[in-house]
């Protein structure tokens, strides 16, 4: 049976040191601006295929820069 619940994720930009680290695990959801902080590709909620990947990234950010919203 599916899941009705939506996840959202956003980056703390004021956190980010821009490891690139979430946009290697999850190239899909992450990618990098100018400067090469991380920003979010995904407008909206995350596909239910990429909350693993996003939820991994989210246990990997060294700056915990990274959060979901339930
Ligand atoms: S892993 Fe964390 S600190 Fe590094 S670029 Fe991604 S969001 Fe920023």
């Given at each position: 049976m599916g899941s009705l619940r939506s996840v959202r994720v956003t980056v703390d930009s004021g956190s980010?040191?821009?490891?690139q680290m979430c946009a290697i695990a999850a190239p899909e959801v992450f990618g990098s601006d100018d400067l090469g902080y991380a920003t979010v590709l995904i407008d909206g909620d995350v596909p239910a295929d990429l909350e693993k990947k996003v939820r991994r990234s989210e246990a990997n950010c060294p700056e915990r820069a990274i959060r979901i919203v339930d």
């Open positions: 980010c040191h821009g490891h």
